[in-house]
């Protein structure tokens, strides 16, 4: 985790979103991204790595009180969300039946971050890591906002 926490809703200065910025590196997080970009039937969402400058020039925007996430954030509307609120922000954007998800809005956050975080910590360990960053298919290059 980093050195500084964004705080949930935290405006994001030159974000068009919404952006995914995931881990790169983690086979898990690009798991995600991969499910997640034939399902945008409107190809609304856009990614970059975390570990990316792109990632770097956006997140440096944000007003922070605490570590960011090392795995998952959304920027949506300007804003910043994290952990299991940007994982359920994340399924509105995909085709049905995924929006259904965002029925978990009303367990609690504490316990919704709880058990987000409990797979955050393992997932290099239970999903392995890349020994690079996820690199787009030229077929999917468009929707990643760095060059790479």
């Known amino acids: 985790m980093g050195e500084r926490s964004p705080q949930t809703g ?16 983690c086979q898990l997080c690009s798991a995600v991204v ?18 990316s400058a792109t990632a770097e020039r956006l997140l440096g925007r944000v007003p922070l009180a605490g570590p960011i996430p090392d795995s998952f954030v959304l920027i949506e509307d300007g804003k910043l969300l ?33 058990i987000y975080d409990a797979v955050a910590r393992r997932r290099y360990r239970w999903f392995g890591t890349r020994s690079a960053c996820f690199v787009p298919t030229p077929e999917i290059r468009d929707r990643f906002l760095d060059p790479s």
């Open 10 to 25: 935290a405006p994001v200065a030159g974000a068009d979103g919404p952006v995914v910025l995931f881990d790169g590196l």
């Open 34 to 51: 991969q499910f997640a970009i034939p399902r945008d039937p409107r190809g609304r969402l856009r990614f970059a790595a975390l570990q």
């Open 82 to 114: 994290v952990r299991s609120s940007a994982a359920l922000r994340l399924v509105r954007y995909l085709a049905m039946p995924w929006p259904l998800l965002t029925a978990f809005v009303v367990v609690p956050r504490p316990l919704r971050d709880w």
